[in-house]
Structure formats: C-alpha cells, structure tokens
C-alpha cells in the first residue's frame, strides 16, 4: 500500500496538470483580496462601514477560499480528477494489478494521494489568500482572541474535511467512470446540483413565516448540512452542536458512502 | 508436471456475446508458448483473465498452482510481467522515471537493475535522457514495456503482440532477449503475435485459437512433423506428369496444379526427375519448400495453401 501511495503522489506531482493548479491557486489566492482592496479604494468605504462589511475581513476571505463552488475550490478536483482518470486512460492501473497489487489497494491509494494533494493545495491557496489580505484587512473585526485561534483551527479541519470528501467523489467517479470527461462532467453536475438545492433553500428560507419554527430549523439544517453552500464553516465564532452535527454528519457519510461505493465497483470492474 | 500456467475451462461474455468458450490451455515452467489467433479470437481477452484485469465468467485460471478464485492469486501475480494490448506507460515522463514509478510499485529500488532492463532491451542511452515516453516511437515505447515487464525479475512474462512496430533489427533484438531470458533465467513466455513465422523462431509450444476457442496445443516437435516438405513440379505435358506420379505416390499427398503437379511428405528428388526424363515429359520448374506454420495455421482455420 504504501509503494501505491508513493508511486501515486509522484504520479500526481510531476504532471504539468499539478503544477497549472499550483500556478492558478496562487493567481485565485491573489484575486480576492485584490479585488477586495480595489473596492474598498473605488467605493472610498471608511473604517466605519469596513468594520460591518464581510469582505474587508481577512478571516472570511481565508475560509471563502475552501468554498466548494468558489473558483479553486471547484478547479483544483477537476485537475486531480483528471489526472486520477489517467491511470484508466492509458491504462497504467494495468501494471498495478500485474504487479501483484489489489484492486481495494489500488482504490485506496489512488483516493489518499488524491486526498493529500486536495488537502495540502487547498490548504496552501487559503494561506496564500490569508496572508495577501492580511496585508490589507485585518484578520477580523473583533480583537483576536484564544478562542479566535480555536475556531479558526475546528474551521480549518471542517474545510479539510471537505475536501475529503469531495477527493472520495471524484475518487470513486473516476473508477465508475474511468474516462476523464465523464468524471470531470459528473463532478462539476454534482457540485452545480448541489449548489443549486443549497441557494433554492437560501432563498426559501427568506420567504418562510418566521412564526413557523419548525420550517424555520429544518430549512436551516438543509442550508448548514449542505457541504457545497458552505454556510456555516467559518462564518461565525462559534460551533453549536447542530452546526458540527450538520457539518460532519453529511461529510463523514457521503465520503464513507463513495469510496465503499468506488471500492465495491472497482473490485468487479473489467479493465481493458 | 510443473504447470506455470492451466485454463480449466474458462469461458467468458461481454452481454451475451461469449468471447472465450471452454479454454483449456496448458504452459509448463520454461515453455516459450506461442499464443496464435485471427483479431477477434480472443487472445487479449485471454491475456486479460491471466493478468487479473477481468474475470472469468466459468471456469478458472490457475497460475503456479493457484487458483483464480484464491485470495492468494494477487501475490502470485508479482511473480509475472506483462504487456497487455500497447504498453501501459506514462507518457508525461522520462523512461527512467517511468521504470523509477514500476519499481516504487514493485517495492524495489535499484537504479543499477533499472539501468540494466534498459540496456537489455537497447535503450541504454535513455537512461539519462529527459525526453518523455509520449514522445517515443512506437517501436521504443514496446521496448520500454518490455523493460518494466522484465523490472521485477519476473518468473513468467506475457507478450501480447511484442514485435508490433518494431523495425526489422528490433525484432531480432527483441527475438534474441526472449531466448536469452528463456535459456539463462529458465523464463516462461506466453507470446501472442500475428508474426506466425517470427513466433516460430522463439516458441516452443503453440496454441491455436479460433472464435474464442482453443482450437489447438501443439509443440514444436508435433508442428515439425506436421510441416511436410512440399514439392511443385510444373510441366508442359501436366496431364501425363500427372499419370506418371499417380502410380507412386498416395492420392492424398498430390494435387493436380493447372501446370503440374505438387507433392506433400518427402520425395528422392533426383530419382523421380531421372523418371520424368525417362518419360519425356518437359519440366518447366521444380520448387521444393517446407510448408510454415502460416500455412499450417490456415489449415487447421479451414482454408490456405495447405492440402
């Protein structure tokens, strides 16, 4: 398992497809606070007014950069599952099984190297974008505290965590599937489906006689349980037991649920 | 005997289209097994079923012993090499690197044997050049996947279709290291290749397959024997050659051609010319050949130049 594992984090690394997402995480970190910047100058807001704005908040700006349907946060699976899928493509996942390797092996391997660089990219691009915008904003508005530094560090594991998930996606599309396009195309249908259920239960929400507490909460959960909206990571001080609930609970069976689903495929799979 | 290799009769379908149908075949430790089919017979399908790639549908493969549906099976695969279809190569690096990414697989690291397996197969001076396997002709990437077949120092090594654009010195190169392998480390090959002639420089043993079925296993010695010489004797008077080889030779073994005769099994050439001499029958050529395994491989399809 771990000659997989070394074999496919090389694999990863030395394709020109790693080194275009190293080049666009650092492009896609830059962008936001920039941007950010260049309104705040352009629409000449004062101190008062910044402190309520969320965009001028170097902290909101670090964990914008895990969205799932942010610009890297949608990119870089596409590229990883790209290069996953070239195992399938010019049938090097062959050499693996002749040498002796078994197919769960193969699939685990293949889902934790995705994993590691998911992970670590992700992680390099929000502090990239966290350290350009601190040079503009401050962290957040409220003095940073002991427990600043807690949540912060819960934040990041939640987003981490994401980001296991979405590499168990891609993970088990690219053994379902094993051609490039058809993984690549599933991956983003499912990010936009899920996008698209996260925003109608925002707007509906806003709709919902706020008398009725009961479509109150559960259009609540739907929102916070929703790991492509991002509602809740990082966007408070705290973590209620609901909030940690919604976050982990869908997180923690949707990656279960793939790869036993890409492991159970790939064990009774022709490959050519 | 010891059996490298045993198909018990394994069958396999794609829907409903059965591909392979009660395949039983046979490779001993140290055969150079000489895989022959049309496109389409199932030689790759087979090659895949012995790889772990698919599996079978009936029937069951046992490779040193071990049965396919053995949990054991896997690490029995480690002790073969193979090329399935086109070698399976990353095309975004260097040969080395890609012999570097098959022995981090194999759980070996040494750059000395990676420098030799390339060396064995004549692309020595890749060993330090950057240029990408993508790059590669196709003669050169075939060698390549015949380097990280040959990296894990394999007791059994399967070819499918190795000599596949290779130029004329490849093949020889190529056909040189397959019995070297084979003489040396006692190898088994199993070798499939539409080169018929080419195969029976190497193989040992053949196996004939025709519309998903084993149609026959045969040894070289079996081959020789059933490779007669052939003599084709073409006259003027074709009519009277003809009465004149009726009397002495069995009716099976000639074949009245439209300008003379031809001949199967052993003949004493110089007697029977003198005799057609003595008959006054004019010669116009006297072609004496041994028939191939081409020829014997279209026979046993039921159609070629055998009689």
Same mark, same amino acid.
């Given at each position: 398992?771990? %000659? ?206 706020? %008398? ?7 259009? %609540? ?52 | ?307």
């Amino acid at each position: 398992m771990r %000659e997989l594992l070394k074999s496919d984090l090389r694999r990863i690394l030395k394709d020109k497809l790693f080194l275009v997402a190293c080049i666009l995480g650092v492009i896609f970190a830059a962008i936001t606070p920039l941007t950010n910047k260049l309104l705040v100058v352009a629409l000449d807001i004062n101190g008062d007014t910044m402190s309520l704005s969320s965009f001028a908040q170097s902290k909101d700006m670090f964990f914008s950069a895990f969205s799932l349907g942010g610009n890297f946060g949608l990119l870089l699976p596409i590229l990883i599952s790209i290069i996953l899928c070239k195992d399938f493509s010019h049938g090097t996942v062959r050499n693996k099984i002749i040498c002796g390797k078994s197919r769960s092996q193969i699939f685990l391997s293949s889902f934790f190297s995705g994993t590691i660089v998911i992970c670590a990219a992700m992680l390099a691009h929000a502090l990239i974008t966290l350290m350009i915008s601190l040079l503009f904003f401050p962290y957040q508005a409220d003095p940073f505290t002991a427990s600043s530094f807690l949540y912060l560090l819960i934040s990041l594991l939640f987003s981490l965590l994401l980001y296991v998930f979405v590499s168990a996606i891609i993970s088990a599309l690219s053994v379902l599937m094993k051609n490039t396009g058809l993984a690549v195309v599933l991956f983003v249908a499912i990010n936009f489906l899920f996008t698209i259920i996260g925003t109608v239960t925002t707007v509906a929400s806003i709709f919902i006689d706020p %008398e009725d507490s009961t479509t109150v909460k559960i259009f %609540e959960i739907l929102q916070k349980a929703n790991p492509f909206l991002g509602a809740v990571i990082g966007r408070g001080t705290s973590y209620s037991l609901t909030d940690v609930l919604c976050i982990l609970i869908p997180v923690v069976a949707g990656t279960a649920l793939c790869i036993v689903l890409g492991l159970t495929v790939f064990k009774k799979k022709d490959l050519k | 005997m010891d059996y490298i290799l045993r198909t018990v009769n394994v069958s396999k379908r794609y829907r409903a289209d059965w591909v392979l149908k009660n395949v039983n075949m046979n490779i001993q430790r140290g055969d150079i097994y000489g895989f022959v089919g049309e496109n389409g017979s199932g030689k790759t399908t087979i090659i895949r079923l012995i790889t772990g790639l698919i599996s079978a549908n009936e029937g069951h493969i046992e490779l040193f012993g071990i049965p396919s549906d053995s949990p054991e099976i896997t690490a029995v695969r480690k002790k073969i090499g193979a090329i399935v279809e086109s070698p399976s190569i990353y095309r975004n690096m260097s040969a080395r690197d890609n012999l570097l990414m098959q022995s981090t697989i194999l759980g070996i690291n040494d750059e000395e044997k990676i420098k030799q397996v390339l060396c064995d197969v004549e692309l020595g001076e890749l060993y330090q050049n950057p240029k990408k396997a993508g790059n590669f002709s196709l003669g050169m990437r075939q060698r390549l996947g015949i380097a990280m077949a040959l990296l894990g120092s394999p007791e059994f090594i399967i070819l499918d279709e190795p000599m596949n654009g290779l130029d004329p010195a490849g093949i020889v190169g190529i056909r040189e290291l397959i019995l070297k392998l084979n003489r040396e480390q006692g190898i088994t090959f199993l070798i499939s290749s539409h080169i018929l002639n080419e195969l029976a420089l190497v193989a040992n043993k053949y196996g004939i397959i025709s519309h998903g079925s084993l149609i026959k296993e045969i040894t070289d010695e079996e081959l020789r024997n059933q490779c007669r010489p052939t003599t084709v004797i073409e006259a003027t008077e074709h009519q009277a050659l003809w009465d004149l080889l009726s009397k002495d030779f069995p009716a099976e073994d000639l074949l009245h051609l439209a300008r003379g005769v031809r001949i199967t099994g052993a003949v004493e050439l110089n007697a029977l010319l003198a005799r057609i001499i003595e008959a006054e029958i004019s010669i116009l050529s006297v072609n004496c050949y041994k028939t191939s395994i081409e020829d014997y491989y279209l026979s046993l399809l039921g159609g070629g130049r055998h009689a």
